[in-house]
């Protein structure tokens, strides 16, 4: 059976956009999605913490948010690995990280590096790599999240991501899909997706991730 490693924050792990909402049942995050689209040939691990950056520090959280930091140890813990999904982003744009789309798009760039420098042991499998660029951010009446997230100035750099990620895997010859393209952020909090949003990012990727598979 092969194996997909999908890493991401809160949009991979089901966060809900009600401020009182429980995390979306299983079935209904995009990695389930995915997987239950590959027939049953495929393991998609879902790796999702809320708050991961690509490669920046959040000194605010208990957990360690940096993503380059984390993923090494996750490629040790799911090898051998087949792809390796990287959907992370969103959380870069926050004035408190970083604030910009190009910045957050070198962080996709460290993240692929880490994957590709880690697997250099002797019958090491290289999985192959496939950039998502997150949904973009909405307007919000949400008291925080809109200010947590830098408003319009936020939501513009988000819609400026994709055009960056898209460059950054070109360079290192990844796979590359735009989630913006199937799915869009709840008003609730401007940030997070209903489950029929979430879902539909499982399935757009089935087709290339089955054409990467050779399914």
Known sequence: MKTILAYGDSLTYGANPRPDGLRHAYENRWPT??????????????????GRTTAFDD???????????????????????????????????KPAIHGRAITA????????QVVRGHFVQPG??????????PPHLVETKHPEMGLHFGGEAAIAESKAMAGYARTRAAEYGAEFYDA??????????????????????GTGLIPLVKSMLGL
């Open 33 to 50: 999605v995915l997987e239950q689209g590959l027939g049953g040939n495929v393991r998609v691990i879902a790796e999702g913490l809320g």
């Open 59 to 93: 000194g605010s959280a208990l957990s360690d948010r940096n993503g380059a930091r984390i993923l090494p140890v996750l490629l040790d813990t799911h090898k051998p690995l087949d792809i390796v999904i990287i959907m992370l982003g969103s959380n870069d744009l």
């Open 105 to 112: 798009s070198y962080g996709i760039r460290k993240l692929m």
């Open 124 to 133: 090491d499998l290289m999985p192959k790599l496939l950039i998502v660029s």
């Open 180 to 201: 913006a393209d199937v799915a869009h952020a709840d008003p609730l909090d401007g940030v997070h997706l209903d489950p029929a949003n979430t879902r539909a990012i």
